[in-house]
């Protein structure tokens, strides 16, 4: 024990450094769990629309929205959602897939929701990008 006592004496910077990075990840692991939402993959979403019936809100602009979408997604985008969030699904304990071109604007978009007490948010991972390359299906409007 005395060796290690003094290895660490001589090495203190490197226990520095270890409190650190256990201190980021932790941090990092608290900020996700806490932020209200879950992030899933187009094969988990798939999974998420077709076995639980979720909710499919697309946060896109309304260009973006006419180039593609997951079927039956409804469109409201990112400006307009905090005005219209409490009136989107019949049941706020209905699983919610929100999704937008990369998954940036949906992460905002969770965010909102969370807030106005929907209990299960989820974001599509990648967005309708990764939805498109993981080749599931889109209709166009």
Same mark, same amino acid.
């Given at each position: 024990?005395?060796?290690?006592?003094?290895?660490?004496?001589?090495? $203190?910077?490197?226990?520095? %450094?270890?409190?650190?990075?256990?201190?980021?990840?932790?941090?990092?692991?608290?900020?996700?769990?806490? +932020?209200?939402? *879950?992030?899933?993959?187009?094969?988990?979403?798939?999974?998420?629309? @077709?076995?639980?019936? %979720?909710? #499919?809100?697309?946060?896109?602009?309304? @260009?973006?929205?006419?180039?593609?979408?997951?079927?039956?997604?409804?469109?409201?985008?990112?400006?307009?959602?905090?005005? +219209?969030?409490?009136?989107? %699904?019949? @049941? *706020?304990?209905?699983?919610?897939? #929100?999704?937008? +071109?990369?998954?940036?604007?949906?992460?905002?978009?969770? +965010?909102?929701?969370?807030?106005?007490? $929907?209990?299960?948010?989820?974001?599509?991972?990648?967005?309708?990008? %990764?939805? #498109? @390359?993981?080749?599931?299906? #889109?209709? *166009? *409007?």
């Amino acid at each position: 024990m005395e060796e290690f006592t003094d290895f660490a004496i001589r090495n $203190y910077h490197l226990f520095i %450094a270890l409190a650190v990075i256990l201190g980021m990840i932790l941090w990092t692991e608290i900020r996700r769990a806490s +932020k209200g939402f *879950k992030e899933i993959t187009p094969a988990e979403a798939v999974t998420l629309i @077709n076995r639980e019936g %979720a909710f #499919v809100l697309d946060v896109r602009e309304a @260009n973006e929205f006419g180039q593609g979408s997951i079927i039956n997604a409804k469109h409201v985008a990112l400006s307009a959602l905090k005005e +219209k969030a409490d009136g989107l %699904a019949k @049941n *706020k304990d209905q699983p919610v897939l #929100v999704f937008c +071109k990369t998954g940036l604007r949906s992460s905002q978009a969770c +965010k909102i929701l969370a807030k106005h007490s $929907y209990s299960q948010v989820f974001g599509l991972k990648g967005g309708i990008t %990764a939805w #498109v @390359n993981d080749q599931l299906p #889109v209709v *166009k *409007k």
